[in-house]
């Protein structure tokens, strides 16, 4: 049973290990994950240029690997894109706090 909607913002898709926690909890049905091309373009994007020796091609298998864990994930319609602007923000340091109390968040 998933608790909250979050839409994961590209602030916490950058760092591996939070990017693997969030992944882990929408494919374990704690949260269900929401982000957009412009979220998985924006991290990718600001990853490669902080890290050089990544490659786009290893980042892109990241993101397919990430859109086929969570299916649902991935929002393209707009008017999908107008609901999520409506969540609320919440850091990431709130996140356990905002996961007990069913809702919809924008974690940054």
């Not at 298998?61 to 609901?83: H, N, S, W």
């Not at 999520?84 to 996961?99: D, K, N, P, S």
């Amino acid at each position: 049973m998933t608790l909250v909607t979050a839409l994961y913002d590209a602030g916490v898709l950058y760092p591996s290990l939070i990017r693997n926690l969030l992944v882990h909890l929408a494919t374990s049905g704690l949260v269900a994950a929401r982000w957009t091309e412009q979220i998985q373009e924006e991290w990718s994007r600001n990853l490669l240029q902080d890290r050089p020796e990544l490659t786009p091609e290893r980042l892109a298998r990241t993101r397919r690997l990430m859109d086929a864990a969570v299916p649902d994930a991935l929002v393209e319609d707009d008017q999908a894109l107008i609901e999520l602007e409506r969540f609320e923000q919440v850091g990431l340091i709130q996140t356990a706090e905002a996961l007990a109390s069913p809702s919809n968040y924008r974690i940054t």
